[in-house]
Antibody
Framework: QVQLQQSGPGLVRPSQTLSLTCAIS??????????WNWIRQSPSRGLEWLGR?????????DYAPSVKSRITITPDTSKNLFSLQLNSVTPEDTAMYYC?????????WGQGTLVTVSS | EIVLTQSPGTLSLSPGERATLSCGAS???????LAWYQQKPGQAPRLLIY???SRATGIPDRFSGSGSGTDFTLTISRLEPEDFAVYYC?????????FGQGTKVEIK
């Protein structure tokens, strides 16, 4: 059974970088049969897919247009995890952030991290 | 970007009743790659249905999905007390992946 464990700060200052990690157990970040996703949820924006990383003989990534200029999702094969970095955050980036494993749909989710952007 | 529109926004029903939730897409969803999720307060979404009509592992058979192209439906045949929650559709046939805004199923 795949389990995802999120970690990272719950408070980020405006204009700084939001950084979260998602540790994987029960699967490998390098698998050819899944992608590793970040999603956020807020009352104003609902569920919003941010992007993913995946391995198909080489590494790929794919981002939502709304955050494409500010986001990086990277795998760490030595630690079997993947990370989210979102630059130049504003209060609009305040949300619950989730990581998720996708094969046919997103069948495994992290526990969520509430990130508040405030000075 | 594919926009998913769910209706109704809220469904007020009693336990034992049938729930029918709709999800409409602004463009045809490739290969009917449409999923449904259930979310309860304080929890992450849970995958119920993938590929428009296939139940995820461990999902009771009172949940069923149907539809193709741009129109999809989630049906809960007889509501159990634990089914009162918010339901989301999501398409994974094209990028960016997108979610609907949700339908809340509440106790009448």
């Amino acid at each position: 059974q795949v389990q995802l464990q999120q970690s990272g700060p719950g408070l980020v200052r405006p204009s700084q970088t939001l950084s979260l990690t998602c540790a994987i157990s029960g699967d490998s970040v390098s698998t050819n049969s899944a992608s590793w996703n970040w999603i956020r949820q807020s009352p104003s924006r609902g569920l919003e897919w941010l992007g993913r990383t995946y391995y198909r003989s080489k590494w790929y990534d794919d981002y939502a247009p709304s955050v494409k200029s500010r986001i990086t999702i990277t795998p760490d094969t030595s630690k079997n995890l993947f990370s989210l970095q979102l630059n130049s955050v504003t209060p609009e980036d305040t949300a619950m952030y989730y990581c998720a494993r996708a094969t046919t749909g997103m069948g495994a989710w992290g526990q969520g991290t509430l990130v508040t952007v405030s000075s | 970007e594919i926009v998913l529109t769910q209706s109704p926004g809220t469904l007020s029903l009693s336990p034992g009743e049938r729930a029918t939730l709709s999800c409409g897409a602004s463009q045809t969803i490739v290969d009917n790659y449409l999923a449904w999720y259930q979310q309860k307060p304080g929890q992450a979404p849970r995958l119920l249905i993938y590929g428009a009509s296939s139940r995820a592992t461990g999902i009771p058979d009172r949940f069923s999905g149907s539809g193709s192209g741009t129109d999809f439906t989630l049906t809960i045949s007889r509501l159990e007390p634990e089914d009162f929650a918010v339901y989301y559709c999501q398409q994974y046939g094209s990028s960016p992946r997108t979610f609907g805004q949700g339908t809340k199923v509440e106790i009448k």
